[in-house]
């Protein structure tokens, strides 16, 4: 059995656990948490030991009927991979606390690429993983991104990437957050971190992203176009993503053509949390044009990168060489068949 400990026990943190938890070859050893909230509940009804990063704040814990296991320092003792899903910048400032205890440890989006200095999406450059110290997760907007391009890159090759996001503006438990009323663009100036932030993992695509920010919480809405090296047949397109494991293909007689009816279809299907790991195409939307293919994809932010952190914790431990076996017994162990 792999042991993994996640370090931030947040949006995150909380769907990863349980998602190590169902594996077949994986345990949980412990999460961590900065200071008491809800999730520590949760926690300690799943059986995951808690350890806490200021051990100041033990008796804040206790006094709540929290038992703690220790220190995250204890912690990383006692697990082969931490998974960081701490906020952005933390995990950087954490990256010496795994070199000093010697343990393997997988960053998120919120991080740059050099903290890790490999990133990483499973079915783009998991062999490339195998080994490592160090990967990190690309963020949800970049994973959606590079599971299409990198499928259709593979049939085709690519000429050119113009992709525009309409992010939610926060996830449904950030009550702090905005905006309430406002199209935001993120940023005002082109590109976008996105189209970048796919070349850390597929560096030979030309890609210009553009990026605004919208009044919702679930799921960020993708609309992409892509030009091709060959001529594309749209039949073709939409069996190739009918046939890959994460990518979705949301089909026109469902009637679905908004995030809000797949949020309600997420919960139909009895996904826990309603989350959707998959890619969401819209089948509908699939246009070729020359050389030139267009669509919609929406993207659930807390979802997608979960079951890629899955495969790097398997990647990084070289304990499954061949990526598609390993996204088969990652999607099995949950039960996930992607729609
Ligand atoms: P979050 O705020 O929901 O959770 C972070 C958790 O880490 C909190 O429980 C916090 O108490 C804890 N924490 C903070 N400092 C800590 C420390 N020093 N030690 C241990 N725990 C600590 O954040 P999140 O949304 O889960 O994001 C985590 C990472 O994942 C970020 O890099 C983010 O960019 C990335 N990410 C988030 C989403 C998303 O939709 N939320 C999607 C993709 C990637």
Redesign the pocket.
């Known amino acids: 059995m792999i042991r993994v400990a996640i ?7 909380k769907r990863v656990a349980d998602a190590v938890a169902a594996q077949p070859d994986m345990e949980i050893v412990g999460v ?4 008491p ?1 809800i ?1 520590d509940y949760i926690a300690k009804a799943r059986g995951f030991p808690l350890y806490i ?1 200021d051990p100041a704040k033990r008796s804040s814990f206790e006094k709540l009927g929290l038992p703690v296991a220790g220190t ?1 320092q204890e912690m990383f003792g006692r697990a082969d991979v931490v998974v960081d ?4 910048g ?2 950087e ?2 990256k010496p606390l795994y070199e000093k205890a010697g343990v393997k440890a997988i ?5 740059e690429h050099g903290v890790a200095g490999f990133s990483f999406c499973s079915d783009c450059n998991y062999r490339m993983a195998l080994g490592r110290q160090f990967v990190r997760v690309v ?2 907007n970049t994973t959606g991104l590079c599971r299409i391009i990198n499928t259709l890159d593979r049939e085709y090759g690519t000429s050119k990437v113009r992709a525009v996001m309409v992010r939610r503006a926060s ?1 449904p ?2 009550v702090k957050k905005g905006p309430v009323d406002a199209v935001v663009l993120d940023p005002v100036t082109v590109p976008s971190h996105h189209g970048p932030d796919v070349q850390t993992v597929l560096a030979h695509i030309p890609i210009t992203t553009m990026a605004m920010i919208v009044p919702t919480t679930f799921m960020h809405m993708h609309a992409v176009q892509i030009e091709l090296k060959k001529d594309p047949k749209k039949e073709r397109i939409l069996e190739l993503i009918e046939k890959h494991p994460r990518l979705g293909l949301v089909r026109g007689g469902l009637g679905i053509r908004s995030t809000a009816e797949l949020k309600e279809y997420a919960l139909d299907l009895g996904r826990p949390r309603g989350d959707l790991w998959e890619s969401c195409i819209f089948a509908d939307s699939v246009a070729v044009q020359g050389r030139e293919v267009s669509f919609f994809q929406a993207i659930h ?2 979802a997608d ?1 979960v079951v890629e952190n899955v495969d790097a914790i398997r990647a990084m431990m070289g304990s499954v060489k061949d990526p598609d076996e390993s996204i088969r017994m990652t999607n099995e162990a949950l039960r996930f068949t992607a729609i």
């Open positions: 370090n931030g026990y947040g949006t995150v943190g961590s948490k900065t200071r909230s999730e990063a995250v899903a701490t906020p952005g933390v995990g400032e954490n960053f998120q989006g919120g991080e963020s949800c996830d438990g950030e932010q807390e990168i």
